[in-house]
């Protein structure tokens, strides 16, 4: 259906609101099938909004303007939610924001499958995740990291061609947010899967990502490989984040500190 | 387990203390009990012998010490003897027998109807938020928290008794006779009960979780009735029973109000015949009630809620 140079997803012009402030203004970027891109951004960048919009999620921000086209469809980003694009498959970004506390995990899986309508391709992605037969358990009974990789797999139970990380590292220690992004980078590789992911975090970026695009108050400042960001930052606030990372490298004290 | 013990020891010393209470205030109470008994006996008589004042006081141990009587009490109560009404002489058990059924219906009747109302609205208060729905509700729930029970009785009497004659004024049996009252009650309960349901309600779409369902498209009939009626529920299970309380103080008023037999009229009608007995054993009645109740609840809620058992389980 697509050429192979096609992009998977592409974004043009994208401005949007909150009251009458603006959150973001004339943002845009392309992504391949199985590319990584990662957006990075301090607090109020505008990267949530950017998620949220792009998931058709309306609130709190509206755009006012833009056009997303992803797999062949085009999506008009007006004040109207036109719903999740087919084929978009949203990872939150803590167990809390994914599973219902009161419910059994089996429960919750089972639900998806009964939406999703496939009961058979279950235990393979629960296999992939390296997660065991989901017994009887709550949520809570389980490590942070397994239910993280849980929403993984919950996510990749939709079959989508792209899958978006909603700041994948706030909730977990590195080491554990670490090994679940080498699973998801491992399953994205094999099956083809565009991974967005949204962070704070520059150095988890350059860790994952093919692409990163830095976020500055509402504006996209540097868009371009990962290798090219890093080396040659366009702009002085991308100078500073790069900079950071590499100081947060080199006194890895600092960051027991914090 | 341990939890429950330590919720069953903290009961029976609640329930002990408040025995204590009860019999302290009544032995104190100012007057003379043999006198007030007398009176009770021989209905009309005004002047009384020392002898039979004397025989009284030597038949109920009035002249022991405060101690010894409430021990002597204690035990008599602990060992299912509640005494005999000064009044009639009947047994106090059995009055109370006689009575509970008519408060138990008014309020099983009134909680259930309350309920389903203040369901019912704050559901639809949730869903149209914001709307005109929403705003009755909210307005409904605040004037109703605003008017006392026996107004509202009087003028439920006014309108369908005296005014348009559907539905009789008084009187305990029939199922019309329950209907006013009912609604008395349940207008109560609903109102007091609408405006919490629905900021549970309100709060449990808060949560996070409740939007990545709706991204798996999950609907917002399986959102409401699978997941935010779950959360709300355990809230509100709390504050139904302490609802509770006051609904059995809306019956000593209402009964009243509306001439009808039952506890609350029951206990009235003993305070102001000082039938020492019979308040003694409806106030601790009450207590056992409100106090159970609140524990069941606690537990209910505990082994409902996975993350409270994981914390008991912890504790252990």
């Known amino acids: ?258 | 387990m341990n939890a429950l013990l330590t919720r069953l020891g903290g009961l029976v010393t609640v329930l002990f203390g408040i025995s204590f209470i009860t019999f302290a205030v009544t032995h104190f109470a100012p007057g003379d009990k043999a006198l007030a008994i007398a009176q009770a006996r021989y209905p009309g008589e005004m002047g009384f012998d020392a002898e039979i004042l004397e025989g009284i006081r030597d038949e109920f141990h009035l002249d022991r010490p405060f101690i010894s009587q409430y021990l002597h009490w204690l035990v008599d109560f602990l060992t299912g003897d509640f005494g005999r009404s000064y009044s009639s002489h009947s047994k106090v058990w059995d009055i109370f027998a006689g009575n509970l059924e008519e408060t138990f219906s008014l309020a099983i009747t009134a909680l259930t109807l309350g309920l389903a109302a203040a369901f019912l609205l704050a559901g639809l208060a949730v869903w149209r938020k914001g709307s005109l729905i929403d705003r009755f509700a909210i307005l409904l729930a605040s004037v109703g928290a605003a008017i006392p029970s026996f107004w509202l009785s009087i003028l439920l009497i006014l309108l369908f008794s005296a005014h348009l004659g559907w539905l009789p004024a008084y009187g305990t049996g029939t199922l019309a006779q329950l209907v006013l009252p009912t609604v008395t009650l349940a207008f109560w309960v609903m109102s007091s009960q609408t405006r919490l349901l629905r900021s549970f309600l309100l709060e449990a779409y808060d949560q996070p979780f409740v939007e990545t369902l709706r991204l798996r498209s999950v609907s917002e009939r399986e959102i409401f009735f699978s997941h935010v009626l779950r959360h709300a529920l355990s809230p509100a299970l709390t504050m139904i029973g302490l609802d509770l309380a006051g609904l059995i103080e809306g019956a000593v008023i209402v009964e009243i109000i509306f001439a009808r037999s039952g506890l609350g009229s029951l206990l009235a009608g003993s305070v102001l015949a000082r039938d020492l007995p019979v308040v003694v054993f409806l106030v601790m009645f009450f207590a056992l009630t409100y106090v159970l109740i609140n524990t069941v609840i606690d537990l209910v809620q505990t082994f409902t809620d996975p993350r409270h058992l994981a914390g008991e389980r912890n504790a252990v």
Not at chain 1, 70 to 86: I, N
Not at chain 1, 154 to 159: D, T, V
Not at chain 1, 217 to 243: F, I, K, N, R, W
Request: aromatic fraction near 6%; include cysteine; charge should be negative.
């Open chain 1, 1 to 258: 259906m697509l050429s192979d140079n096609a992009p998977l997803l592409s974004l043009n012009g994208l401005s949007a609101c909150i009251g009458r402030q603006t959150v973001l203004e004339d943002v845009g970027f392309t992504l391949s099938n199985g590319q990584c891109l990662a957006v990075v951004g301090g607090s109020g960048a505008g990267k949530s909004t950017l998620l949220r919009l792009i998931l058709g999620l309306r609130k709190p921000a509206v755009p006012v303007a833009g056009h997303l086209c992803f797999d062949g469809h085009d999506y008009a980003l007006s004040k109207a939610s036109s719903g999740k694009p087919m084929g978009i498959a949203y990872v939150p970004q803590s167990p809390a924001h994914g599973f219902d506390p009161l419910r059994r995990l089996r429960w919750q899986w089972q639900q998806l499958q009964r939406l999703l309508g496939k009961h058979a391709a279950g235990g393979e992605v629960l296999d992939a995740l390296g997660l065991p037969v989901l017994a009887k358990a709550f949520p809570h009974e389980w490590s942070r990291g397994m239910q993280q990789r849980l929403l993984v797999a919950m996510a990749l139970l939709e079959q989508p061609k792209m899958l978006i990380l909603d700041e994948p590292t706030s909730a977990l220690d590195p080491l554990i947010a670490a090994q679940v992004l080498t699973e998801v980078q491992r399953v994205a590789q094999e099956c083809d899967i565009a991974v967005m992911m949204v962070t704070h975090d520059l150095a988890l970026a350059a860790q994952f990502a093919d692409q990163i695009a830095i976020l500055h108050q509402g504006h996209m400042v540097q868009t371009g490989p990962a290798q090219q960001v890093l080396t040659a930052p366009s702009c002085d606030y991308a100078a500073e984040l790069v900079a950071h990372r590499y100081w947060q490298q080199e006194n890895p004290e600092s960051l027991a500190a914090e």
